[in-house]
């Protein structure tokens, strides 16, 4: 019923810069929370950032100040994740997540494939 796909990944130098795309489809009547997970390997899933319908962000201590979260102005199902002075430790499989209602009432909780970012040199 929901769809997520994100783009964006890559590899990229220490110190550089990537954004990931979300775009959430399907049967939609209101996003409440949209987000970010990531999972590196061997490791558990963790939230990267996540951005509340009232316009509240949630940022992971590892990512404050280097990581901004934002909503595209004219489609408010489309979340940017702008990263920039990435660190090795950043490498890790991306994850848009979204918490939404639907037209018949239910409420979904929706994952994308995921997307791979990659910071070495």
Known sequence: ????V????GLVQPGGSLRLSCVASGS???INVMGWYRQAP???R???VDLNSGGITNYADSVKGR???SRHNAHKNTVF???????PEDTAVYYCNANVMTYNGASL????QGTQVTVSS
């Open 109 to 112: 909780s929706s994952w994308g």
């Open 28 to 30: 939609i009547a209101s």
């Open 81 to 87: 994740l702008q990263m920039n002075s990435l660190k």
């Open 42 to 44: 061997g490791k558990q």
């Open 1 to 4: 019923q929901v769809q997520l």
């Open 67 to 69: 990581f901004t979260i």
């Open 6 to 9: 994100e783009s964006g990944g």
């Open 46 to 48: 963790e939230l990267v």
